[in-house]
């Protein structure tokens, strides 16, 4: 290292007093991207206020999305009935009628699938 003197006197390093690393050129040469830069940023660094998606998957933990989202399932239904009947109320009644023996089948088709599956006993 090439040293000089100051105005002051004092002995000053030509490298700004920064040590010599042949590791860190090394790593800075080898070609290979760092670990570091291959990840991307964190979800916090992303967005710092949650998105819809994110309120939603936290609604679904809930207790109360299974009623919620079985009126919003029938109101759906009910208005895709009333759409396809072009108000003409023997028809609603005929398709909504239809919906329900589906539903009523799939319901006792669970029911009994359900009756197969061995529950663990405390029997040893």
């Known amino acids: 290292m090439a040293q000089s003197r100051n105005s002051s ?10 040590k010599n690393s042949s590791s860190s050129s090394a790593r800075k040469t080898s070609g290979r991207a760092s670990p570091r830069s291959s990840r991307s940023p964190s979800r916090s660094a992303v967005s710092a206020s949650p ?13 109360a999305f299974i009623p919620v989202a079985s009126v919003a399932v029938i109101t759906v239904l009910v ?3 009333l759409l396809l009947s072009w108000n003409n109320y023997d028809r609603f009644f005929k398709i909504l009628g239809f919906e329900l ?24």
């Open 51 to 63: 998105s819809l998606a994110d309120w939603f998957h936290a609604f679904t933990k809930t207790r």
């Open 79 to 81: 208005l895709i009935d």
């Open 9 to 18: 006197g004092k002995k000053r390093s030509s490298s700004g007093g920064r």
């Open 101 to 124: 023996l589906i539903v009523g089948i799939i319901w006792v088709i669970g029911l009994v699938l359900s009756f197969g599956e061995t529950t663990p006993s405390s029997e040893d």
